[in-house]
């Protein structure tokens, strides 16, 4: 109980392993509120005919200097137009980033893809009341695997972009 208080309160970015989040649950947030200060939302490259069909695309330099490809969300520094006051997405188009919200994956130091679970809007729950992540045999369960396979493929969509990004230097 001590170790999994320490991870709520101290941990936002926690590794999906038996050894951190057995026992544990998660919530839906059933709303998009946790984009309303993304004025851009990073694409992989199979989203951009998707998306572009919906939503304006750019290429925009992110924190390190590098062009990559967004949808353009807001004109205003943490502005989304796309979100109502009830929290809805008011566009056809979600970006794969936000479909699979809390979730995201971290590449470690030897390069491996790490599946982890985003706590930052408290959505781990040490009780029973939401999804499990793993199985009574401590595998993942069928959605996070899922969840896991097409942040994968999210990923390597990125790196094709980033590569054509970089043309444009």
């Known amino acids: 109980e001590e170790k999994g208080s320490q991870i709520e309160e101290n941990n936002t ?18 709303n ?10 990073e694409l992989a490259l199979k989203e951009a005919a998707k998306a572009a ?23 205003q520094p943490q502005e989304n137009l796309l979100v109502s006051k009830e929290g809805r997405w008011l566009s ?7 479909r699979f919200h809390p979730f995201i994956l971290i590449q470690n130091d030897k390069e491996q893809l790490v599946l982890c679970f985003n706590n930052f809007h408290k959505q781990l729950n040490s009780n029973s009341e939401g999804e499990p992540f793993f199985t009574e045999e401590n595998a993942l369960v069928p959605i996070i695997n ?7 493929e999210r990923w390597h969509g990125l790196k094709q972009a980033e590569s054509i990004a970089k043309k444009l230097d």
């Open 146 to 152: 899922q969840v896991f396979e097409g942040l994968v």
């Open 32 to 41: 998009f509120w946790f984009t309303a200060n993304d004025t851009a939302c």
């Open 53 to 75: 069909v919906n939503l304006p695309l750019a290429f925009m330099r992110n924190a390190d200097g590098l062009f990559q490809l967004v949808s353009v969300q807001g004109f």
């Open 92 to 98: 056809n188009y979600i970006p794969a980033q936000y």
């Open 13 to 30: 970015i926690i590794p999906i392993a038996p050894e951190t989040l057995s026992g544990y649950t998660w919530s839906k947030t059933g």
